[in-house]
């Protein structure tokens, strides 16, 4: 009888903490997925009120940078680097993972015999880049990462490569059908490293071997920068291999990130965005919002001068935007005048500004010589930028080239939300008309001076003075830069 009465009592008691284990399991899901959604809302996305700009931690942001060399994690005097950034406004960094470097910086083992290990890491690589993804992530400079260089596989880097089969122990030429040179330039295409994905012009079974070790190389980036959420994926630097190679490191990434419950935003960067129009493959990016969930459209900065690089931007910008996400520059040639179109320093200056006129979500200075990394016109440029954002942000106007009027061939550049606010850009002094018809009231005009990053205003008198100037809405208005070279004027409407 005793023994019923037991069974009586355990039973109800058992089934309670069933329900109970079971609903703080069910908690425990909740509260995971729950982390993991904070996570992903907090991670680098489009913007979800305007999703042609980034969001970071939940708030739009605009992306510009400066630095001086493009496999940023090798640098020796990171955290300085970085520290320099930030002081002018920087947030926006370029990562390729480099397989130029010495020996002693390959992301693989060095052996004895002076021959590498593709099985075995290189603890000091990847040491440096885990320190600059969480320097970075402290400073919250955004980072964006290139997989693939294709200039790190051909010419003079192919003889050093850990990949080519001379320099490794792990596989032979006749196992690859590897060549010990390729002395093409890389845009011709003429490496079968980038063609291991089955159905690619140069594929054959061999391949499949080197594409198993492609594939751990970018596992183990993944396995650092997903617990990072300030990171950009781009697959290539300028490609001009089939896109199902780009494609592939894509869905490779994102089904990694997908295992790990968070989302990532991947690209790839064609080479003949500078084409415009012509182009070939960059017209890729436009449709496809799956793969490219954002554009770099970087390359449309070299060659194109003036009017005809604000042209080439802005039927870019215009495709891309039919299904609206952010267009990035991670590249901004101008400098060293190189022969194939970089021009000098002031080229460099002119292009940024015209990029984040132009409705650009990012827009950073290429190292030197093609670009004026974090020199002194890079520095003005971005603090300019951000005491212009500070009066002004950049998602809420747009272009609009019909305001102005008596404008000489690539003198000024205008973006506004008519009469409310509108950035005036001169590339070198200039005067122009701007037609305020409809918007009566007063409005405040900051100068800001390009080349010094400072806030300059005129005065009726002429001269300088730290104080706006007014001026009457309702009728086209003549504004004149105070001076010779590059000024922006932040124009917003007074209200009481």
């Known amino acids: 009888m005793r023994t019923n009465v037991t069974l009586l ?45 980034w969001q970071y931690k939940g708030e739009p942001v605009m992306l ?118 390729y002395p093409h330039h890389s845009a011709y295409d003429r490496q079968p490293f980038f063609h291991s994905i089955e159905s690619m012009p140069q594929y054959n079974k061999k391949l499949d071997l080197v594409r198993r070790y492609q594939e751990a190389f970018v596992a183990k980036i993944l396995s650092y920068s997903l617990d990072y959420g300030h990171v950009l994926y781009c697959m290539n630097n300028e ?6 190679w780009g494609q592939y490191w894509i869905d490779f990434i994102k089904a990694r990130a997908a295992e790990k419950g968070i989302t990532v935003c991947t690209t790839d960067m064609f080479d003949d965005a500078f084409e415009a129009d012509k182009a070939k493959h960059t017209p890729i990016v436009f449709e496809d919002t799956e793969h490219y969930m954002f554009a770099d459209i970087s390359q449309v900065n070299s060659r194109n001068y003036d009017n005809a690089h604000w042209e080439s931007l802005q039927w870019l910008l215009r495709h ?11 590249k901004i040639y101008g400098s060293g005048y190189e022969t194939f179109g970089t021009g000098g320093p002031e080229d460099g200056v002119e292009r940024f500004w015209r990029n984040i006129i132009g409705g650009s979500a990012s827009a950073r200075f290429h190292r030197p010589d093609s670009g004026n990394g974090l020199n002194d016109f890079a520095k003005g440029s971005i603090k300019a930028a951000r005491i212009l954002e500070n009066r002004i942000k950049f998602w809420d106007i747009t272009p609009q080239m019909g305001q102005l009027s008596d404008r000489a061939s690539n003198e000024a550049y205008l973006a506004a939300k008519p009469g409310e606010s509108y950035a005036l850009y001169f590339t070198n002094g200039g005067s122009v008309g701007l037609d305020l ?60």
């Not at 993972?97 to 000091?124: C, H, I, V």
């Not at 596989?153 to 050093?160: H, L, M, R």
Request: aromatic share 12%; net charge neutral.
């Open 437 to 496: 018809s409809g918007f009566p009231g007063m409005f405040d005009v900051t100068w800001i001076s390009v080349s010094m990053g400072i806030a300059v205003q005129t005065s009726a008198k002429g001269g300088y003075r730290l104080m706006d100037r007014t001026i009457k809405g309702n009728r086209v208005i003549t504004l004149s830069a105070p001076y010779k070279g590059g000024w922006v004027a932040a124009i917003t409407k007074i209200t009481k």
């Open 320 to 330: 891309v935007n039919k299904h609206p996400r952010p267009s990035n520059h991670i």
């Open 9 to 53: 009592f355990v039973a109800p008691l058992f089934l309670i903490l069933c329900v109970l284990t079971t609903l703080s399991a069910r908690s425990q899901l909740a509260s995971k997925s729950e982390k993991r959604q904070m996570q992903n809302e907090y991670r680098i996305q489009s913007w979800s009120e305007n999703p042609c700009y």
């Open 64 to 181: 510009l940078g400066g630095s001086n060399t493009d496999h940023l994690f090798l640098l020796d005097d990171l955290e300085s680097h970085l520290d320099e950034m930030r002081a002018v406004g920087a947030n926006y960094v370029r990562n390729t993972m480099s397989q130029r470097e010495g020996k002693e910086l390959m992301p693989y083992k060095l052996q004895p015999a002076g021959t590498f290990d593709l099985d075995q890491w290189n603890d000091e690589y990847w040491q440096r880049f885990q320190n600059m993804l969480q320097w970075t992530a402290e400073r919250d400079i955004i980072v964006q990462i290139e997989v693939w260089d294709r200039f790190d596989y051909s010419t003079q880097n192919w003889e050093t490569s850990p990949w080519n089969p001379g320099n490794n122990v792990n596989y032979t030429y006749e196992q690859t059908g590897f060549a010990a040179e």
């Open 239 to 244: 490609t001009s291999t089939p896109a199902i």
